[in-house]
Each structure stands twice: as C-alpha cells, then as structure tokens.
C-alpha cells in the first residue's frame, strides 16, 4: 500500500504534469490546424504528435509508478495516438488535484487566520473547540479527496496504457472462439465419421448376419444349417467387435475404472503393430486429459498401421513443469499429413485445452506425434 504522503507528492507532480499536457495538446491542436492550410506539413506533423505525446506519457508512467503504486504499467514501445488520448484524459484528475490542493490551501489561510484570532482572545472557547472540529473534517475530507483523484489517476492509466494486458485479453477471447467453433467441427466430423463406420461396416455385416440367419433357417440339410449358423456367430463376434471399436471412439469407458497407461495397453494387445508403452504419471490428470491423449494415440497408432507399414509403435507419457506430454512415434514411411481430417480434428480438441499437438513426419519416416496439455 502506498503512503498517503507519497499519494499526495504523486497527485500535486500530477497537477502540474496535466499543465505540462494542457499547454502540449493546445499547441498539437494549432499545429494540427496549420498542417490543414498546408498539406506537405501534415504528415510530419502527424507523426511528432504521437511522438512527443510518448515521451510526456513516459513520464506519467513514472510518476504512477513512483509515487502512486501503479508500477505494473509496462514500458512504452511504440508512439501513437493512443497516448494523446491519455494525455487528455488526463486533465480530468489533474483539474481534480488543483482544485483539492486549492481547497487545501484556502483552509490552510483559515486555519492561520484561527491561530490569530486565538493569540488575540477574539475567540471563546466553545468557538475555538467548533472551529477546529469543523477544520478536522474538512481536512478529512481533503485528504480523500486527494487519494480518490490518485485512485481516478491510476485508473486511467491502467484503462489506456496497458496495451499489452488488453491485446492478450482479446487474442484471448479470439482464440477461445476459435478453438471453440474448431471444437464442433471436430465434433461433428467425427459423429459423420462414426455414423460412416456404421452404415459401410457394422450395418452391412447385421444385415449378412440377418440373410445367413435366413438361410439357414430355411435349409433342410442339417450340416448346411450347422454351418450357416457357425459362420453367423463368427459374424456376430466381428460385429460386436466392430461395434466396441466404435464405442471407443465416442468415448473410452475403460477409463473410468484404469489409467491411461492400462488403456493403452488393451489398445495396443489389439494393435496389428508392435506397441512399446511408457506411461511416468506420478497424479493420474483429470479426465478430459486422459481423454484426449487417448484419442490422438490410438489415431497415431491407426495411421501408422495402415498408412505408414510400421513395425514399431512406442508411447512416451510424462510430465514435465506443469504440462503432461505424450510423444508417440513410428519407423513406418512418413508422409503423414497434419491437415488431414483425423489429426486437424484432434489438433483442435488439443487447442480446447489450452494445449498444442505437433506432427513431424518427413519422407521416408520416422514419425512423430508431439502432445502438450496444461496440467496445473
């Protein structure tokens, strides 16, 4: 908390720094009008405003920071408009100040002016006592007020100084709404993926299932009959098969009751490649974490197996200064592509999560899939 003596030093400097602008931003407005009547001066002139208004607004900062407590301020890097805006926001507090060190002032001469009368015996006692209870008020009153216009000053500067504060707070929300609409379309694509894996391979195998069923019940011979039926059990099992698979690839209930590191490892039992594993989570993160890895893994281990003719799959997961990092690599052929719409959609899930996903894949191979996740 800053001293009220050095608020007071702070807001009397800026009383006269607000002159300083005053006399600035009258002289920028007659140059400003000049430059109109001759139009070769306009552009220099439109650029020593902004630039004389930064070093005024240098200044400020160090007032602000000195005195007032507002050293968060970050440094000026750029002149511009902005800072002649300030610099006229800046009259209001300055005009404020001069009026409370006015008022200051004027009780200071009544105070001395009580003094007198006191030495001289003009006044009674009760009179003394009104008196000086009257001026302790005031003075009270001065005294906030002051500090109110060091809080207005402050206030004003944070509102148009801190650039960089305010950028990130919209680069922010763009990314959010970015990441967001990338979210439903991850989402939608991969509802038009499943909905796809149901009508050319779930639904066409049911409705072989259904015409051996059929047929079998329709035979007269018993050995036909026994082996339509053991080819439609063998049928159903792809089928239940297949429909866990897609399951899966809504959501993987197993994490509920396992890790990912178990998870991975049922995935990989079912892998046609070798998957090598190493999972060193000393907490098991939150959900949606595990989640996500699971899914940019087994779309890894999904490529590399039928893209990339890899013989080789490992899965590295730790975590390192706050981040969980999962890098999944295969010797296959290379080539993948991160724009493809099974890596694009997990990149975005990665982004929903404040999170980046990497993809080095060059001619020839190895490739490399490089997860990032914020994990507190």
Excluded at 44 to 72: H, M, Q
């Amino acid at each position: 908390m800053t001293h009220p003596a050095r608020v007071g030093v702070g807001v009397a400097a800026g009383v006269l720094t607000a002159a300083g602008g005053l006399a600035f931003l009258l002289a920028a407005a007659v140059a400003g009008a000049a430059s109109a009547v001759v139009p070769p001066a306009r552009r220099r002139i439109g650029a020593l405003i902004p630039r004389y208004a930064t070093t005024l607004v240098r200044l400020e900062r160090r007032r602000l920071g000195e005195l007032l407590g507002a050293s968060e301020l970050p440094p000026v890097r750029t002149a511009g408009w902005r800072d002649v805006a300030y610099l006229a926001a800046r009259l209001l507090p300055g005009a404020l100040g001069a009026l409370a060190f006015g008022l200051l002032g004027i009780g200071a001469v009544l105070a001395w002016i009580l003094v007198s009368a006191t030495v001289r015996g003009d006044l009674s006692l009760a009179e003394i006592l009104l008196q000086v209870v009257i001026g302790a008020v005031l003075l009270l009153l001065n005294v906030q007020a002051i500090a109110s216009v060091g809080a207005l000053d402050v206030r004003i500067a944070r509102r148009l100084l801190d650039r960089d504060a305010r950028a990130a707070l919209e680069d922010r929300v763009r990314e959010l709404a970015s990441t967001r609409a990338g979210v439903i379309a991850a989402v939608d694509a991969e509802r038009r993926r499943i909905e796809r894996d149901l009508h050319d391979g779930l639904q066409q195998r049911l409705v072989a299932l259904g015409m051996l069923l059929g047929r079998a019940r329709r035979s007269r011979d018993a050995e036909r009959t026994y082996a339509l039926v053991t080819q439609a059990h063998e049928d159903l099992q792809r089928a239940v098969e297949e429909l866990r698979e897609v399951a899966w690839r809504v959501y993987p209930s197993a994490l509920e009751e396992s890790d990912l590191g178990e998870v991975l490892g049922m995935v990989a039992q079912r892998s046609t490649v070798p998957v090598r594993i190493r999972c060193d989570l000393p907490v098991r993160p939150d959900r949606q974490i595990e989640t996500v890895l699971y899914f940019v893994a087994c779309e890894a281990l999904t490529n590399a197996a039928k893209h990339a003719a890899a013989t080789l799959v490992t899965i590295d997961i730790g975590v390192r200064e706050g981040t969980v990092r999962m890098r999944v690599r295969d010797d296959g052929a290379g080539g993948a592509a991160p724009s493809g719409p099974g890596l694009s959609g997990l990149a975005r899930r990665v982004a929903a999560l404040d999170g980046r996903l990497r993809v080095e894949s060059p001619a020839g191979g190895p490739t490399t899939v490089l997860t990032e996740l914020p994990c507190g």
